[in-house]
């Protein structure tokens, strides 16, 4: 039971420290609460086991951090040149377009991220449940970055070449290269 106030203590003194570290702007406060969190990370894991005492360490501190977030609520002043809406399109070129969209980032760019975390975590030396393990950690990271790059770049049209060669070669990877 100690054990547990411990690293309860440690998680608020986190938050307190970081918040410190917010409010003067200095870096020694945020390294000194980084550290803390770390120990209350250990406290939690040493006293919960760790499958649970590291999700009451991270998931603590972000319940902790909302009085300090209610403690600096302002409320501004309406700004004095409001802009005005943009006219809706809803034009049937435009509706076929984010149809295109659509169906790139759900279907195209979702298998491509699946096969390339695939291929790039079966290679992993682990057992298989760690390498799916990893997968499940991989893709989700991987599309979200390939739908920020879809939409960053201004030529889709190479980018999706790009899509479909990283794709041809994962699966290549899979197909071909013994695990």
């Known amino acids: 039971m100690l054990s547990t106030i411990v690293a309860g203590a440690l998680s608020l003194a986190a938050i307190a420290l970081i918040y410190r570290s917010w409010r003067t702007r200095a870096l020694a406060f ?11 990370c250990i406290g939690w894991s040493f006293s919960q086991g ?19 977030i209610s403690a600096n609520q302002t409320v501004l002043a309406t700004p004095k040149h409001t802009p005005s809406p943009k006219s809706l399109n809803v034009s049937l070129k435009t509706a076929w377009v984010h149809i295109g969209h659509y ?35 991989l893709m ?21 070449i790009a899509y479909f060669i990283l794709a041809a070669l994962s699966s290549a990877v899979l197909m071909y290269v013994p695990l």
């Open 30 to 40: 945020f390294y000194l609460g980084s550290g803390v969190l770390l120990a209350s």
């Open 50 to 68: 760790w499958e649970h005492g590291l999700v009451y360490a991270l998931c603590i501190p972000a319940l902790l951090v909302w009085p300090f």
């Open 140 to 160: 989700p990271i991987l599309w979200g970055l390939l739908i920020y790059h879809y939409f960053a770049v201004s030529n889709k049209v190479k980018a999706l």
């Open 103 to 137: 169906l790139v980032v759900l279907v195209l760019l979702l298998v491509t991220s699946l096969v390339t975390s695939l291929a790039i975590c079966l290679r992993f030396p682990s057992e298989t449940a760690g390498k799916l393990a990893s997968v499940i950690v």
